[in-house]
Every structure is written in structure tokens, then in C-alpha cells.
């Protein structure tokens, strides 16, 4: 009798704790795993972006009861931009069924990608990841919206032939690409030769390695010497503030400074006076003058359920991480409308990311009418090719300097079929799409 | 023939066809050089006292240069929070003899290695709970140091030089000077060079082995403090500072694990080194040269003298 309570013992016990380790889903919720860095080099990257889309889902359970009545079941886990680590969460949250990963590197996202598909697990790569996977023809279950990192520099090629007077005045001229030698900053190589080829001007590569990326001494002295027109980055974490430092310290002219759309206030705050005119691309709002973060101030941030310190709300990558979970949700709010279930699985939301339609009323709907421009998918286009603009720092905030500035699609498009194609290739047998698509996209 | 003479030829044509690129070049290794001297310092000054070859000296430097700049965050003024992260430092040394050295005296060196690695963890744990992860600038003009540029139009070119840059070259060799001094010149440092010679025979003449080990410790954690403030200036205080830490692994090799002008020299060789070797050789190949420049530095200086330039040579019988 004593052995027999004993055992029943042991089994409540041991069902109590297993309840408590792996909590299941609620059944009227969707998991949506996070992969983040708060901690690490490029924490301070990280940090920003992880609080931003943490708040926004938040918001949307606190304030909605979550999307279409089912609440979101968020779970951050820290990847350090370690691609060893991302893997390791990405083993980690497979089990627990979510509806989508967001790998936040390119790193991570690189070998995810021949995954995503036997996994029936979408892979939201949001402006990062593989170029090419923007096909959806051939990566089915992959998608980078809004632009491509070969849209960005097409983008900041046009912004700098606007301001020679044509993108025919490029000829002759010396264009340097300062970028993170990692897969996010290699990425672009491709391109830039093809484009250094058709437009006529000379390609400079400066490659930083992650273990130098606050000693770039070197990069700038070459920068002294070859005396490039323009100079673009491509850089992430520490690697930002450094760089802007050390062009200060170069007396490199800061507006014609040009980066992707990474950096974060503090990465040009921290060079001082000198950094005044330094300038990235963006697609949405840097302040938090906006309905929608009105909304995540009021119901997380001033209720204590942000990790973020208030005055950071609204800053450039804080906003980034909103509009990044504002796709999740809305990928998921499509995806309950496409089927007409409440709780959605991976399988659905993939459904619903190629129907994604967020149009101006949907953004006015979401407070975000001013924040950003609408965005469209399709079963065969996963990233939309959005126009950015360009901001410049003026000592204080960015600023909008330009108009919306569309990608050179003439040249891009072509280049990313064929790179999409070298890559199935490249990975044979790479499995022809089976999925169908949905008559509305 | 064309590449012979671009790695052979070109370069030096270069350095003289536009001498002040030249200066310049020398000048940016010269300041990393001194700084990974003073990393390096570090590293050696806690080997020779206790056989310890610190992983965590790296972090400490963060560690360090966080607590300050994150004091400072606090409200504290930039005085008082150097002097409180001074205190820091002392107790973080005190700590580590009491809980790391203390308990693990005549265990295998791989053991205090791994503690040490556990401590980096427990540091980096520490830094991000308290102050968070997110970078934070310098506190340099707080702190009374030097921002702007000397420029000067010299050479048919201009040299420019930071003067953070300059005081960190200064304050550097300040604290070698200091430290070479301390340890040669007063009790403590003669008893820590004993210790150094042999544990045995220093505590038989009263040593006392706890009591240097906390002086060593915190004796790095000042040179950890010194480099962070420098290090920090020049880019801002991140957990990304512990890499460059990483740089001091070579600069070990080529000077010698015991050796304090081996880290000096070692410093100024590989800081040197691969800012020339980027600069006029890394075109060559694509440029980012520098991360594994150094390690085919040393490697060279091993295969001709494996204790490293100023390392004790060891002859075991056999």
C-alpha cells in the first residue's frame, strides 16, 4: 500500500512538473516563437528590435484579446546572432507547433531555409535573409518583405544618382561598400558587381570581420587612400557606431555616407557633432508620433509589460521590430480569414503570408496610416519590392531627406530569378513547389 | 610576374610614394598596439603570480568599462563612479580568490583555466543583469580626456592624429612605467616576483599566497579598467570588447606568457603588423586580412623560437 501511494505520488509528481516544463498550448492560442539578441555584440542591434516586436504582440493581446480572439503565445529565445545558437532555438520551438520563425540573421536563416519546407514551418526573414528567396516560385516558405538587401542597394545607388544628376553620371565614379564579412554583408556582392558593370563606376569592398568590427582603423585608411565618391554600409551591431566614428575621424563627408537600414540613433549619436549628415534608407516611421505606439505606450509600456526603457519607444529599430510583428500579424489574421479557423497552424500562416494585402485603409485600421506605405504579396512575389526613402541624421533625430525611392527592378528582378534558380540548382534535388495557391493572391 | 611584384614591390612603392599614408598607418598600429599591450599585461601579470592564464581578462575589460559608464548612467559623477569602479575591481578580485583560487590551490592548471572560463560567463551575466546589454558611449570628456584631432600637413599629405589616441598611447605607457616600477622597486612586487619563481620557496619565507593574488588581481583589473576607458573611447563599451580582447592570444604567443616587455613588445609587433598588412598587402586578396594576420605572425615567430620572443625557455630532463 505504502509503495503503491508512493507511485501515485511520484506520477502526480511527475506529470505536476512535466505540466510546469512544457506548458502546452492553449488551445485558443498561436505560438509565436521570437529569436533575439539582447545580449552579445550585436545586442546593440538586438535589444531595440526584440523589445519593439515583443511590445507590439503584447499590445495586440492586451488590448485585443489577441488576433481574431485567439491570444499569441510569445516566446523569445536568445540567439547571441550566433547561427549555432538560432539553430539550437529553432530545434527548441519546433516541437511546440509555432506558426512561423523569425530568425533575425541571415546567418541563421541561410540553412533554415531547405528546412522550412519539411518542417511546414514559414521563415519570416523581414528585409534580411537570401535575396533570392523572394521567388516564392521557388521558396515556397520563405519570404522577406518589403525590400530585398539587393533592392536596398539599388535603392541607395538610385538616391546617389539623383544627386549626380542620372544614374549615367555613375560612370567614372567610385562607389565603396564598407560591410559586415559575414553572409548578411556578402550577400549584396552579386549585385554590386553586375551593377558596377552596367552603370561604369569602380566597386571598393572594405570587409570587417565580426572580430574587428570596433577596430576598423585599417578599412578607413583605405578609404583615405582610394577616396571614394560615395560610400555605402552594410553593418550591424557594433560594427555601426564604429564605422561612423571612424569616418568622422577621417573626415569623410557624411552625407555622402549612405547605409542600409540598420542603424539606430545611438549608432550615430555616439560620434558626435561629427556624424551630422550621415544617412540610411527606411520604410517607415522613427518617431513614436503614431497610433499604433501611442497604443503599445498605453497598454505595455506604461502597464510595465515592455523590457524597454520608455525613452526608446518610437526610435528607428524599435519601430523596425513593430512593423516586423505587425506581418506576423497580420499574416495571421489572414490566414484565420483564408481558412476560416481560429487557431491557425505553420501550414496556414504560410497561406496567409502570400495573401498578405495591406492596403492604405488596413494601415489606417492599424494606426499606421503615415507610418508606412502599403505592401502586397503573392504566391510567386514574397517580398513586395517596396520604394524606401532616405533619412540623415542632423544631430539629434533622422530626418526624411528624399522622396520614395522604388528599386531598380529592371535590374534586380532578373538578377534575382537567376540567382534563385543557380540556388536550386546549386541544392539538387531542390523539390518543385507542390504547394497550390489561393485564388485571391 | 605582375603579382611578384604587387606583393613584393608595389606596397613599398606605395610607402614612399605617399609618406604620410605611411605615418598614419604606423601611428593606428601603434595605438592598437600599445592597447593590446596593455590586454596582453593583463594576461601575464595574473600567469606569472598564479599559473592562471586568465580567460576572463577580456571580459573584465568590459566588465569594467561598463561599471564605470553605467554608474555614471546612474547619476554618479564620473569621478566618483571611476573610484567605485575601482572598488569594484578590488572586490571582484577579492572574490575571485576567495571562491576561485582559494578553493582550487594545487589543482590542475586546465581546472583554474575552466573556472576562469566560468567566471567570463558569470562577469558577462553580471554586466548585462545590472547595467544591460545595450552599448553605451564613453563617458571621455567627462572624464577630463581629450576629444578632436592634431592634424598636421606634413609629408605632402596630412597626419592626423586623435588625441585620445595620444592619451592613450601616454596613459598606457604611463602604467607599464608605473607597474614596472611597482614590481621592481617595492616589497609587494619583489614577493609577487617571487611567488612567480616558485610558490613553494615564497611561502616558506612568509609569503603570503592569498594576499598576492588579490594584489595581481586587481592589479589586472586596473590595466582591464585603463584599456576599456581607451577601447571604449575609440568605438563605445559593448560586450563586442571582448573579441577584441582576443587580439591579446597572439600578442602571448609572440612575447611569452611571463614576460612584461614580451607583452609590451609583442603588443607594439602585432598592432603594427597587420594595420600594414591590411593596409598595403589586404588589397591584395579582398582586404579583412587583420583578424587572422596576427595569428600568422606569431605562428611565424613559434617555428623559430617556440617560448615566443622574450618567454622563458624550459628544459626538462627526461
Not at chain 1, 552625407?255 to 561629427?274: M, Q, T, V, Y
Not at chain 2, 571611476?82 to 576567495?98: D, H, N, S
Request: with cysteine.
Amino acid at each position: 500500500m505504502t509503495n503503491l501511494k508512493a507511485s501515485l505520488l511520484a506520477l502526480a509528481a511527475t506529470t505536476a512538473l512535466t505540466a510546469f516544463a512544457f506548458p502546452a498550448q492553449a488551445e485558443d492560442s498561436v505560438f509565436v516563437p521570437l529569436f533575439t539578441y539582447r545580449t552579445g555584440p550585436f545586442a546593440g542591434s538586438g535589444i531595440f528590435i526584440a523589445d519593439g516586436m515583443h511590445d507590439y504582440l503584447t499590445m495586440l493581446n492586451e488590448r485585443d484579446g489577441g488576433i481574431g480572439g485567439v491570444k499569441i503565445a510569445v516566446e523569445e529565445c536568445e540567439t547571441g546572432y550566433d547561427t549555432k545558437k538560432g539553430l539550437e532555438c529553432y530545434e527548441a520551438v519546433k516541437p511546440k507547433n509555432p506558426v512561423m520563425v523569425n530568425p533575425w540573421s541571415t546567418g541563421i536563416t541561410l540553412p533554415l531555409i531547405p528546412r522550412a519546407a519539411v518542417d511546414k514551418i514559414p521563415i519570416l526573414s523581414m528585409a534580411y535573409g537570401l535575396s533570392a528567396s523572394a521567388q516564392g516560385d521557388t521558396f515556397p516558405w520563405i519570404f522577406n518583405p518589403p525590400d530585398t538587401y539587393w533592392d536596398g542597394f539599388s535603392q541607395i545607388l538610385k538616391f546617389i544618382g539623383g544627386q549626380e544628376g542620372g544614374l549615367d553620371k555613375l560612370k567614372g565614379k567610385k562607389i565603396g561598400y564598407i560591410y559586415l564579412d559575414a553572409g548578411f554583408g556578402r550577400e549584396p556582392l552579386p549585385l554590386i558587381e553586375q551593377l558596377a558593370k552596367d552603370y561604369g563606376f569602380e566597386a571598393k569592398l572594405y570587409p570587417v570581420a565580426a572580430a574587428e568590427m570596433q577596430n576598423q582603423s585599417a578599412q578607413w585608411l583605405n578609404v583615405r587612400r582610394d577616396r571614394p565618391d560615395y560610400m555605402v554600409m552594410y553593418g550591424w551591431g557594433a560594427m555601426q557606431p564604429t564605422a561612423i566614428k571612424e569616418a568622422v575621424k577621417t573626415n569623410y563627408p557624411m552625407d555622402k555616407f549612405i547605409s542600409i537600414w540598420w542603424p539606430s540613433e545611438d549608432d550615430a549619436r555616439g560620434a558626435g557633432d561629427g556624424a551630422k549628415g550621415f544617412k540610411m534608407l527606411n520604410w517607415h516611421g522613427s518617431t513614436p508620433d503614431f497610433p499604433v505606439i501611442k497604443d503599445v505606450q498605453k497598454y505595455v509600456v506604461d502597464a510595465g509589460k515592455s523590457q524597454s526603457p520608455k525613452e526608446k519607444v518610437g526610435t528607428t529599430l524599435y519601430n523596425r521590430g513593430v512593423y516586423n510583428s505587425m506581418l506576423i500579424a497580420e499574416a495571421i489574421r489572414t490566414a484565420q480569414q483564408v481558412t476560416g479557423k481560429k487557431v491557425v497552424t505553420g501550414e496556414d500562416v504560410r497561406r496567409g503570408l502570400e495573401d498578405l494585402n495591406i492596403d492604405a485603409a488596413r494601415l489606417k485600421a492599424l494606426g499606421m496610416e503615415g507610418f508606412t506605405g502599403p505592401i502586397k504579396l503573392s504566391c510567386s512575389d514574397h517580398n513586395g519590392h517596396r520604394p524606401t526613402f532616405v533619412q540623415q541624421w542632423d544631430g539629434t533625430k533622422y530626418v526624411k531627406v528624399s522622396d520614395w525611392i522604388e528599386p531598380l527592378s529592371d535590374k534586380v528582378q532578373p538578377l534575382l530569378q537567376a540567382d534563385a534558380k543557380a540556388y536550386a540548382e546549386k541544392n539538387a534535388p531542390w523539390p518543385a513547389r507542390t504547394e497550390a495557391c489561393d485564388a485571391r493572391s | 610576374m605582375s603579382f611578384v611584384y604587387s606583393i613584393f614591390v608595389d606596397p613599398f612603392v606605395q610607402m614612399i610614394g605617399a609618406p604620410d599614408l605611411l605615418v598614419q598607418t604606423l601611428w593606428e598600429g601603434l595605438v592598437g598596439g600599445v592597447l593590446y599591450a596593455l590586454i596582453a599585461l593583463g594576461f601575464v601579470l595574473i600567469f606569472k603570480a598564479s599559473g592562471v592564464f586568465n580567460f576572463a581578462q577580456g571580459i573584465m575589460m568590459v566588465f569594467a568599462a561598463l561599471t564605470l559608464v553605467g554608474l555614471h548612467e546612474k547619476g554618479v559623477p564620473a569621478f566618483l563612479a571611476l573610484a567605485l569602479t575601482i572598488l569594484v575591481m578590488f572586490a571582484l578580485a577579492l572574490a575571485v580568490e576567495r571562491v576561485i583560487l582559494r578553493p582550487l590551490v594545487n589543482q590542475p592548471d586546465i581546472i583554474l583555466f575552466m573556472a576562469t572560463f566560468g567566471l567570463t560567463y558569470v562577469l558577462i551575466g553580471l554586466g548585462e543583469l545590472v547595467f544591460g546589454g545595450n552599448p553605451k558611449n564613453m563617458i571621455t570628456s567627462e572624464l577630463l580626456l581629450p576629444s578632436g584631432s592634431l592634424d598636421f600637413k606634413t609629408l605632402g599629405g596630412l597626419v592626423s592624429l586623435q588625441k585620445i589616441d595620444i592619451a592613450a598611447a601616454i596613459i598606457a605607457s604611463l602604467m607599464v612605467a608605473v607597474l614596472a616600477l611597482f614590481f621592481q622597486k617595492t616589497r609587494i612586487g619583489r614577493a609577487l616576483r617571487a611567488v612567480a619563481d616558485d610558490h613553494q620557496a615564497a611561502l616558506s619565507v612568509g609569503i603570503s599566497l592569498d594576499q598576492i593574488w588579490v594584489i595581481v588581481w586587481f592589479t589586472a583589473g586596473l590595466v582591464a579598467l585603463a584599456t576599456g576607458i581607451m577601447w571604449g573611447a575609440r568605438s563605445n563599451v559593448s560586450f563586442a570588447l571582448e573579441i577584441i580582447a582576443l587580439k591579446a592570444l597572439p600578442v602571448l604567443i609572440l612575447g611569452g606568457l611571463t614576460s612584461v616587455p614580451g607583452a609590451i613588445v609583442g603588443g607594439l609587433i602585432i598592432g603594427i603588423g597587420e594595420k600594414l598588412g591590411e593596409f598595403y598587402w589586404g588589397p591584395l586578396v579582398g582586404g579583412g586580412i587583420e583578424s587572422w594576420l596576427a595569428y600568422f605572425i606569431a605562428l611565424a615567430v613559434l617555428l623559430f623560437r617556440p617560448q615566443g620572443l622574450f618567454g622563458e625557455k624550459i628544459i626538462e630532463r627526461i
